[in-house]
């Protein structure tokens, strides 16, 4: 199934997208990647809606990514006797250990890591940051605050510690369990929350044993700070907005998701932009015209991906809110102006062969009359070297191996087909010629490229490009030898 635009949706399974029709509606809309929430859903719905994708894989012989977001350590406060309490600016309010129910004055913060961390002068978030306190005094057990916005309180509410980094662990124990059973399943990414430093990439690694990519989300300050270390440890990055504007001023997140993008785009990682994209279509059939603008702006920046969260998931439109994504990418895509921000933006990385292949494929592409890369992979690496070049022509990523064309359908531009044993560089174009033909990407009469690796089947050892006309499959086939 041929997408008219290169970056990829992520639509986000729940309640309102639970069925085979339904699920297989958002495909043919324009979802490239389905997201399984951990955080919602016990195991026996997260295996059905796993077993209906892949149905719908099956039924339309079209490769698609499934994302399982694990949760991470959640802190919350405790419970209310009366279930929820105003704090009014300049009131003293502790976060303390003990298990008696909260009032106006104290509630318990069950997670005696943040006392351990916490500072005076330190904030802390509750609500997604609607309270702000501040810590005046503090102990291994106890938090005197100071209220500087105040507002309602109430049951295990989110509590956010933006100053400190915390001595959690990214992966809780109900992390560790999700995080086996979907590798199990067979997902193709796990995006991995509360990433502070490269050590807790590395221990979601070591327990994907290569089952699954890893994908850190970023959405914590420090997480911010070391951004490159992350990056340089993950295999791929999602831009998690939401915590994100949480834990740092709002006027903070729109650069740094330049930032973000214009560095993974250099590393060769996919990146995705995720979080209120279309919030009001959960209700409305129609978005704001400032979500479509924001929508468009993570296009303009080379993004890989988008991606719905509630809109799909528990919405009252999950087809219009893809279909809508969709069309704005098709808009911006189209703009003249798209293709020039993306080009000027194109970094000049030339420090392998394979990096020097992809960059000639790519120019050639552009000062001649080809119609498409075609790209040989075993393990993803090279159409991710290709999708970095962000050509003006189709990338087609061929490989025999359904988990890389699955991983790959995240990525920017990628058309990712499944091809049978090849061997032979003859047998390369005449897959890649096959495969122009059948998407319609190419005729008979057009040229394409097709980059490849030889010997064949060897990641990593891309070192050969053809130009090749799509005749040629006609030659080969009256010539086998």
Known sequence: MRRHRNVKIVATLGPASNDYAMIRALHEAGADVFRL???????????????????????????????????????????????????????????DLDDAEGDVNRVKLPHKEIFDALEPGAHLLVNDGKIKLRVKECGANF????????????????????????????????????????????????????VQRPADVDEARALAKGRAAIMSKIEKPNAVKMFDEILAVSDGIMVARGDLGVELPVQNVPPIQKQLVR?????????????????????????????VSDVATAIYEGADAIMLSAESAAGSYPIEAVTTMSNVAGEVESDPTYTEIIEASRRAVRTTV??????????????????????????????????????RVPIIALTNYAETARRLCLSWGTNCVVTGHVDRFKDAVIEAVRAALAQELATETDMIVVTAGVPFNTPGSTNILRVAPCAERLIYAADPE
């Open 37 to 95: 929430n951990m955080s919602h859903g016990d195991h026996a719905e997260i295996k059905a809606r796993h077993e209906i994708i892949r149905q719908v894989e099956k039924d339309l012989n079209s490769p698609i990514a499934i994302l399982a977001d694990l949760q991470g350590p959640k802190l919350r406060v405790g419970v209310f006797a009366n279930g929820e309490e105003e704090l009014v600016p300049g009131a003293a309010f502790r976060l």
């Open 143 to 194: 938090a005197d605050c100071e209220v500087i916005v105040g507002g309602m309180i109430s049951n295990r509410k989110g509590v956010n510690v933006p100053d400190v980094v915390l001595p959690l662990a990214a992966l809780s124990a109900k992390d560790r369990r999700d995080l086996e059973f979907v590798c199990a399943l067979g997902v193709d990414w796990l995006a991995l929350s509360f």
């Open 263 to 291: 560095k993974c785009r250099a590393a060769a990682k996919p990146v995705i932009v995720a979080t209120q994209m279309l919030e009001s279509m959960i209700d409305s059939p129609m978005p704001t015209r400032a979500e």
């Open 354 to 391: 394979a990096d020097g292949i992809v960059a000639a494929a790519r120019e050639i592409a552009e000062t001649t009359d080809v119609k498409a890369i075609c790209c040989f992979t075993q393990s993803g690496t090279t159409a991710l070297l290709v999708s970095r070049e962000r050509p």
